[in-house]
């Protein structure tokens, strides 16, 4: 889905950044990095809106609190936890698909798929490219050194996966010595990642990286061209940026990477104005 298709959707959500942006304060909280995603900042009672806090990755659904407090049961509050709790089983029942998929050859090498972390309707997901060594052996997205980076990316702007992100690749199986997914690869996985949007109702979607952007974009545009713009992924604003292993290797890459974040959470704040 590009963003050709919905010409004024673009449009719309840069003037809603700019809105964002002056809701915000725009450059007087723009000062996050000195020493760009060094440190992760303390984590601020005011931080970004938590949309839920209801996790989701270790695919069980039993015994589970309610993510409410059941008091005071109003027949919206009910269907809204019951909601929830299908919404859980469901993601479980797809990533016990997941774990068994067999349908493209990186199955053959994987030591554990890697299907997702973070909560139930995330005020954004992030989708990375695929796991790599660290995620294959843990079973979690994003725990090695780009992970790390991740994590302090996302919270130079509020978000954190166990709070108001999610998680998730365009391959959930580790490509062999890293190497990017190939087309087929992609779209043979991609009816997963499609279903995890679907169920967990993400409000925005960073993309890290080319490979991420390219595939949920479906263009061959460079991360260069793509990054600095708010795209569309079906009625969803995606904002691409660079993957934080480009970072690593790059350090001039972080101050563009940073105006992204900004741009993100500019939208962020005007959504969270226009529901003030
Ligand atoms: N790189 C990715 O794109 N995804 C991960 O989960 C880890 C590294």
Known sequence: MTDESYPNKAALYEALATI???????????????????????????????RSAEPHDAASTEGR??????????DSLESDRSEEIDTATALSALEAEVKTCTRCVLSSGRHKAVFGQGVIEPLVLVIGEGPGAEEDKQGLPFVGASGQLLDKMLASIGLYRDQNCY?????????PNNREPSPDERATCMPYLRRQITLLKPRFILC??????????????????????IRDFDGIPLVPTYHPSALLRDESLKRPAWEDLKRLRSLIEAERGLND
Do not use: H, W, Y
């Open 167 to 175: 998680i998730a690749n365009i391959v959930k199986c580790r490509p």
């Open 65 to 74: 609190a309610p993510a409410r407090a059941p008091f005071a049961a109003s």
């Open 20 to 50: 964002g942006d002056a809701l915000a304060g725009g450059l007087r909280r723009s000062t996050v990095p000195a020493g760009l995603f060094e440190e992760a900042p303390e984590r601020e009672p005011e931080s970004l809106e938590q």
């Open 208 to 229: 890290a990286g080319r490979t991420a952007a390219q595939a949920m974009l479906g263009t061959a545009e460079g991360i260069n061209k793509l990054r600095a713009t």
